[in-house]
């Protein structure tokens, strides 16, 4: 239980530097301080909710085409996701293929920096 709930952590926090990161004709989350917090937390509840349950169908149908492409469709399985996020989310809005495809990949290396941050400095203690 502490570790997913480390992983919405680091997921809503990517959220949130990515919308400074990238132009908000790229990526938008409603709000300011708290709110847009509150947002982004909602945003990565969605996205871990979608990720547990509708990756796994998608990644098993596309299998072959993963293989093909040695597993750069992936990429294209994130963007998928996150357009799915952004049609639950009516706070939170991307633009454009490219910027689901951008977005989903800097949240996802964000995302891994900062957990292996956070569970490399909970192991210590």
């Known amino acids: 239980m502490k570790n997913k709930l480390i992983r919405i952590i680091t997921l809503t926090l990517a959220i949130i530097?990515?919308?400074?990161?990238?132009p908000d004709k790229m990526i938008y989350l409603k709000g300011e301080g708290?709110?847009?917090?509150?947002?982004?937390?909602?945003?990565?509840?969605?996205?871990?909710?979608v990720n547990l349950i509708?990756?796994?169908?998608?990644?098993?149908?596309?299998?072959?085409?993963?293989?093909?492409?040695?597993?750069?469709?992936?990429l294209i399985i994130n963007a998928?996701?996150?357009?799915?996020?952004?049609?639950?989310?009516k706070e939170f809005s991307v633009f454009g293929f490219w910027g689901y495809f951008l977005v989903a990949?800097?949240?996802?290396?964000?995302?891994?920096?900062?957990?292996?941050?956070?569970?490399?400095?909970?192991r210590k203690e």
């Open 17 to 22: 530097l990515v919308t400074y990161i990238f």
């Open 34 to 49: 708290t709110e847009k917090l509150f947002y982004a937390f909602i945003t990565a509840v969605v996205l871990a909710l």
């Open 54 to 74: 509708v990756r796994p169908i998608v990644k098993v149908l596309t299998i072959p085409i993963n293989i093909l492409t040695l597993g750069l469709f992936s």
């Open 105 to 122: 990949l800097a949240i996802s290396i964000i995302n891994s920096i900062l957990y292996s941050v956070l569970i490399k400095n909970n």
């Open 80 to 89: 998928a996701m996150l357009w799915i996020v952004d049609y639950f989310v």
